[in-house]
């Protein structure tokens, strides 16, 4: 990415990655010197140097943010990462094991003791003890457990009960409720007496004494309306709610959608029991991008760009095996027409574009489409009139392009029957792209899978051999 391009932040953290990275590298330096020179209390002397080396890369670490230690932590090789890891302060562990990614998370829980973890742990709100016991060992989540209060591992074991991905998987327990009879200046006075609010807090959640929500109090209300006034008459009647069995990715499309910074979860009896955060549902919404973006390529959220060889590839031998496959038919459709291919060698050449061009538009259809189910925008109702357009769009397309190239493989080859082939293997093949590009996430859909799992793969799959097949079949009946 050129500089241009890189916000400030990202300038910044990767600025800082830079100064780790040449740290490290002075250090190892340095070290390998010192072991090398033959000198009085050898031992003594290279601890001093190890020591002061590192006490500059401990500084920097203290200086940084969380989660720009983290990323650190996912560009460094095991060696370094582990180096740096056991620099960090022994507070911060729990707040910087959330932010990396699962497969890094687990290479440096494997570093820590039952009691570093345990402690790490500890120091973190609710919400997050049940996002990191999930990675944890069974022996350490035990004692974890072991060393809460009750109402706190209480609060623990009802997030672990629900589904990551839904609402009661993402909400925390740190809010701030009000009744509705009282005034804005009571409400205000009790504010001052917290004297802090939980992150994020921009309104009060407005509650019957049974815990009942009937109501939210934005702070900007109370800001511009008389003290005197009663909270009932200036609250919000008709929030935006969630229940704790939702779908987090139904939650995260609520807060696009109302740009919410907070949102109540209530059960059943629409009782209050918990909040939804921007700053949870921003995290879960780039979790399910970088996970999407993986699946269409067959790999998993596991891998660690560091990790070992042969842990990465075991990792892809599944998508390998199953593209082996595909390419195995694909190469027996062409097996099928090498008669037509020995008789006229130009067909050689040209399939793969025909090929290709339908990869190509096939993957632009399957994209919006596995976006369309991910936002919930494509339905029963709509599905007949989406597929028609993408069809109409490969008719026009395909009429272009297809044009285009049969003027070209005429003036390439000096034979209009075959760029006649060519324009019309084309078309052909970019509606079976458009089809397939819509039919494909919608069937794995259908499966209950992601849209996203596989439809690359398949789409491509359809493509190429309905092109090799349509191509060479029109070549064999008109040129042969």
């Given at each position: 990415?050129?500089?241009?391009?890189?916000?400030?932040?990202?300038?910044?953290?990767?600025?800082?990655?830079?100064?780790?990275?040449?740290?490290?590298?002075?250090?190892?330096?340095?070290?390998?010197?010192?072991?090398?020179?033959?000198?009085?209390?050898?031992?003594l002397?290279?601890?001093?140097v190890?020591?002061?080396?590192?006490?500059?890369?401990?500084?920097k670490?203290?200086?940084?943010?969380?989660?720009?230690?983290?990323?650190i932590?996912?560009?460094?090789?095991?060696?370094?990462?582990?180096?740096v890891?056991?620099?960090?302060?022994?507070?911060?562990?729990?707040?910087?094991?959330?932010?990396?990614?699962?497969a890094?998370?687990?290479?440096?829980?494997?570093?820590?003791?039952?009691?570093?973890?345990?402690?790490?742990?500890?120091?973190?709100?609710?919400?997050?003890?049940?996002?990191?016991a999930?990675?944890?060992p069974?022996?350490?989540?035990?004692?974890?457990?072991?060393?809460?209060?009750i109402?706190?591992?209480?609060?623990?074991?009802?997030?672990?009960?629900?589904?990551?991905?839904?609402?009661?998987?993402?909400?925390?327990?740190?809010?701030?409720?009000?009744r509705a009879?009282?005034?804005?200046?009571?409400?205000?006075?009790?504010?001052?007496?917290?004297?802090?609010?939980?992150?994020?807090?921009?309104?009060?959640?407005?509650?019957?004494?049974n815990?009942?929500?009937?109501?939210?109090?934005?702070?900007?209300?109370?800001?511009?309306h008389?003290?005197?006034a009663?909270?009932?008459?200036?609250?919000?009647?008709?929030?935006?709610?969630?229940?704790?069995?939702?779908?987090a990715?139904?939650?995260?499309?609520?807060?696009?959608?109302?740009?919410?910074?907070?949102?109540p979860?209530?059960?059943?009896?629409n009782?209050?029991?918990?909040?939804?955060?921007?700053?949870v549902?921003?995290?879960?919404?780039?979790?399910?991008?970088e996970?999407?973006?993986?699946?269409l390529?067959?790999?998993?959220?596991?891998?660690?760009?560091?990790?070992t060889?042969?842990?990465?590839?075991?990792?892809r031998?599944?998508?390998?095996?199953?593209?082996?496959?595909?390419?195995?038919?694909a190469?027996?459709?062409?097996g099928a027409?090498?008669?037509?291919?020995?008789?006229?060698?130009?067909?050689?050449?040209l399939?793969?574009?025909?090929?290709?061009?339908?990869?190509?538009?096939?993957?632009?259809?399957?994209t919006?489409?596995?976006?369309?189910?991910?936002?919930?925008?494509?339905?029963?109702?709509?599905?007949?009139?989406?597929?028609?357009?993408?069809?109409?769009?490969?008719?026009?397309?395909?009429?272009?392009?297809?044009?285009?190239?049969?003027?070209?493989t005429?003036?390439?080859?000096?034979?209009?029957?075959?760029?006649?082939?060519?324009?019309?293997?084309?078309?052909?093949?970019?509606?079976?792209?458009?089809?397939?590009?819509y039919?494909?996430?919608?069937?794995?859909?259908?499966?209950?899978?992601?849209?996203?799992?596989?439809?690359?793969?398949?789409?491509?799959?359809?493509?190429?051999?309905?092109?090799?097949?349509?191509?060479?079949?029109?070549?064999?009946?008109?040129?042969?």
């Amino acid at each position: 990415m050129s500089d241009q391009h890189e916000t400030p932040a990202q300038a910044s953290v990767e600025d800082s990655l830079k100064q780790v990275m040449d740290l490290l590298a002075r250090h190892r330096l340095v070290e390998s010197l010192v072991h090398k020179q033959d000198m009085p209390r050898h031992e003594l002397v290279e601890l001093l140097v190890h020591k002061q080396n590192l006490a500059e890369l401990r500084n920097k670490l203290d200086k940084l943010h969380p989660a720009d230690v983290a990323y650190i932590l996912e560009a460094l090789p095991l060696d370094d990462r582990h180096l740096v890891w056991d620099l960090v302060k022994a507070d911060r562990d729990g707040d910087i094991l959330l932010e990396v990614s699962d497969a890094v998370r687990e290479s440096l829980i494997a570093t820590m003791n039952t009691r570093e973890l345990v402690a790490a742990a500890a120091s973190l709100d609710t919400d997050e003890i049940a996002d990191l016991a999930m990675d944890l060992p069974k022996d350490v989540v035990q004692e974890l457990m072991k060393s809460l209060d009750i109402a706190k591992r209480a609060q623990v074991e009802s997030s672990l009960s629900y589904d990551e991905d839904s609402v009661g998987g993402l909400m925390d327990y740190d809010f701030v409720t009000i009744r509705a009879d009282v005034t804005l200046e009571v409400a205000l006075r009790y504010l001052r007496f917290l004297g802090e609010l939980p992150p994020h807090t921009d309104k009060l959640f407005v509650v019957e004494r049974n815990g009942r929500l009937i109501g939210t109090l934005p702070l900007k209300r109370m800001l511009v309306h008389d003290p005197e006034a009663h909270i009932a008459a200036v609250m919000t009647d008709d929030p935006v709610l969630f229940h704790p069995s939702d779908p987090a990715e139904d939650a995260a499309q609520a807060f696009e959608r109302y740009d919410l910074v907070t949102a109540p979860v209530v059960d059943p009896n629409n009782r209050l029991v918990g909040r939804l955060t921007v700053d949870v549902v921003l995290d879960f919404i780039r979790e399910q991008g970088e996970q999407d973006m993986l699946q269409l390529v067959g790999l998993r959220e596991e891998e660690d760009l560091f990790t070992t060889v042969w842990k990465a590839a075991k990792n892809r031998w599944l998508w390998l095996a199953i593209n082996l496959c595909t390419a195995l038919i694909a190469s027996r459709v062409v097996g099928a027409f090498e008669g037509s291919i020995e008789k006229l060698a130009a067909l050689a050449a040209l399939m793969p574009i025909v090929a290709g061009m339908g990869g190509n538009s096939g993957n632009q259809t399957s994209t919006l489409v596995v976006r369309g189910l991910a936002l919930g925008l494509i339905n029963k109702d709509n599905a007949s009139r989406i597929l028609t357009k993408e069809l109409g769009i490969a008719l026009l397309n395909g009429s272009v392009w297809g044009s285009v190239m049969g003027v070209v493989t005429y003036l390439l080859y000096g034979n209009a029957a075959l760029g006649g082939v060519m324009a019309a293997a084309m078309l052909l093949n970019l509606i079976v792209a458009a089809m397939a590009g819509y039919l494909a996430p919608a069937m794995i859909d259908r499966l209950g899978r992601d849209p996203a799992f596989g439809s690359a793969v398949l789409t491509t799959f359809i493509t190429d051999s309905m092109g090799f097949f349509i191509f060479l079949g029109l070549a064999t009946v008109v040129l042969l």
